[in-house]
């Protein structure tokens, strides 16, 4: 038989990479990447897996099924992240802002090569003490920014976002209390909070 194709790149090397970029500038979230599938064969007569539990039909779920649904929103809300929709970079020894997302909390208020002064009384002097700063934040949370825009210094009132809609996080509050209705198993499959996305509260 002839021999496989050479791989493009190492799966290695892809996440180094964006960890590199990550690394060197000041994403909110680092960037995400679908790695190459694997190419070790696979067993295509392996038994499909029974224990599965059954979807919620229409009606009132059972007691397992809350359970396991309350779980399931417990543990999207714990890995649901804030994010500002910021990214920055260390020019001449300051953190500038290079980037803002279109849909995140600070779209309307911050403005590309603003100045990164202190996020929440705390001085931004390089992006790990940005990327710091924000992790100790929570969705909802009102910050306060300290930038400086041309020459003139200004503080900013921002609604930290998340990378899932206000609505949403209500729904896994709601499901995570145990209020589970018929139609929430579905809801939960699309509430993402590890998606690429940034949205203002």
């Known amino acids: 038989p002839l021999p496989p194709p050479p791989l493009l790149f190492q799966q290695n090397d892809l996440y180094s990479k964006s960890q590199e970029k990550f690394n060197n500038y000041g994403l909110d979230e680092p960037p995400m990447y679908t790695l190459p599938p694997s190419t070790e064969a696979t067993n295509t007569t392996a038994t499909p897996n029974t224990s599965t539990p059954p979807p919620i039909t229409a009606g009132t779920p059972t007691e397992e099924q809350v359970d396991r649904l309350q779980a399931a929103a417990q543990l999207k809300l714990s890995s649901t992240p804030a994010k500002l929709g910021l990214q920055v970079a260390v020019v001449n020894d300051i953190v500038k802002v290079i980037r803002t997302r279109p849909r995140g909390p600070t779209a309307k208020s911050v403005r590309i090569n ?3 002064e202190s996020l929440n009384n705390q001085p931004i002097k390089s992006i ?3 990327q710091a700063a ?3 934040l929570t969705p909802g949370q009102e910050i306060s920014m300290v930038i400086t825009r041309a020459g003139e210094s ?4 921002v609604t930290a976002g998340s990378s899932i809609t206000k609505e949403q996080h209500n729904t896994l509050k709601r499901i ?4 589970v209705e018929a139609a929430d198993e579905n809801r939960l499959r699309r ?3 590890a998606g690429n996305f940034t949205y203002a509260w």
């Open 114 to 116: 603003d100045v990164l």
């Open 128 to 130: 790990p003490e940005f």
């Open 134 to 136: 924000v992790s100790a």
């Open 154 to 157: 200004m503080t900013l009132k």
């Open 176 to 179: 995570a209390s145990g209020q």
């Open 191 to 193: 509430i993402n909070p």
